[in-house]
């Protein structure tokens, strides 16, 4: 079974800063990974999806890699403001196409950025 | 852009009641799913369908019944509800991946359920 892994649970950043969040993954037979935000009290926001055979992608301060071969994807956000304090999910998708309705999500790092 | 909604937001019920959430996507979406998130759990899926009529089980679909009779609408129905089904339950959509999409999945706002 596919085991996701977000270390740290909680991270606090001062402004500016950047940020570096971390994503693992058992099984590296993956379709695609896909980062998510969410601010309390509200559903999920999809940032980016890496498929399998992408390194990379960006979205404006948002940089996503990834790395199938060790079981790893990274989230960057350059320069932190306060309102980028949330939790972060990255979820994966199996390749296959019986598994394509179950994502396996990771439990999450909650994010703040101090003024 | 309505995108994904959820219907009710919050609900309170007493133990043995029954009760139907109601998600509707404008998206065209073929794949629907049924998720709860818990403290501690994480996020599970619950049913997804992947097309109009069909449904499957996901990782805890006991307690739960589902339906999806018009590709717009997934309904997630608690026939006897228990305090163990007191969560916040997610709907998402997503187009078929490989097919004319990725399978992003696109989240609703959730619905906040307390069971007495």
């Known amino acids: 079974k596919q085991e996701v892994t977000q270390i740290p649970a909680a991270l606090s950043v001062p402004e500016g800063e950047n940020l570096v969040l971390n994503c693992s993954f058992t099984?590296?037979?993956?379709?695609?990974l896909q980062w998510f935000r969410q601010d309390p009290g509200k559903g999920l926001t999809s940032l980016l999806l890496?498929?399998?055979?992408?390194r990379e992608q960006t979205s404006g301060r948002l940089n996503a890699s990834l790395d199938k071969s060790s079981g790893r994807s990274t989230l960057y956000i350059a320069a932190s403001q306060p309102g980028d304090s949330a939790t972060y999910l990255c979820?994966?998708?199996?390749?296959?196409?019986?598994?394509?309705?179950?994502?396996?999500f990771g439990s999450g790092t909650q994010v703040v950025v101090t003024p | 852009n309505a995108g994904v909604t959820q219907t009710p937001k919050f609900r309170v019920l007493k133990t043995g009641q029954s009760m139907t959430l109601l998600c509707a996507q404008d998206?065209?979406?073929?794949?629907m799913y049924w998720y709860r998130q818990d403290p501690g759990m994480g996020l599970r899926l619950i049913h997804y369908?992947?097309?109009?009529?069909?449904?499957a089980k996901g990782e805890v679909p006991d307690g739960y019944n589902v339906s999806r009779l018009k590709k717009q609408n997934f309904l997630l129905g608690l026939e006897s509800a228990a305090p163990s089904q007191t969560s916040v339950y997610f709907c998402?959509?997503?187009?078929?991946?490989?097919?004319?999409?990725?399978?992003?999945?696109?989240f609703g706002e959730g619905s906040r359920l307390t069971v007495l």
């Open positions: 998402a959509s997503s187009y078929l991946a490989g097919g004319r999409g990725t399978g992003e999945l696109f």
């Open positions: 099984d590296s037979a993956i379709y695609n």
């Open positions: 890496i498929q399998s055979s992408q």
């Open positions: 979820a994966v998708r199996k390749g296959g196409t019986d598994s394509w309705g179950k994502l396996q």
């Open positions: 998206m065209n979406h073929e794949y």
């Open positions: 369908s992947v097309g109009e009529g069909t449904t």
